[in-house]
């Protein structure tokens, strides 16, 4: 893999890949996740963080740089009410995705 400097993949074949230990997560310098929005619950980006960016984790373990991309962050509408504070809504949907990509969010107006 050290003579390449691009790999391009759909989720499925790298969680595959990394599965069969074909590669690991440590051999990565940046992993770039488009329409990162999806990164939640059972979604394949999120099993490759769960299952190689985050297992045994150790402060020592190289690992790459994640950069999360999406057009639309949010995934379900809010309603504007009395009884709701939307923008902590989206602000805890924001941190949660963040949170599971390790990573920071930064909003581009």
Do not use: W
């Not at 759909?10 to 997560?25: E, F, S």
């Amino acid at each position: 893999m050290k003579m390449f400097d691009v790999f391009v993949f759909c989720p499925k074949k790298l969680y595959d890949i990394m599965t069969h230990g074909l590669v690991k997560i440590e051999e990565f310098d940046l992993l770039i996740f488009d329409e990162c929005h999806h990164t939640d619950q059972y979604h394949l980006y999120n099993l490759i963080m769960i299952d190689f960016f985050f297992y045994k984790y150790d402060e020592s373990t190289k690992r790459p740089f994640i950069l999360g991309l999406t057009a639309s962050p949010l995934k379900s509408k809010f309603e504007d009410s009395a009884n709701q504070d939307v923008s902590s809504q989206i602000k805890l949907k924001m941190q949660s995705l963040s949170n599971n990509l390790y990573s920071k969010f930064i909003f581009i107006s």
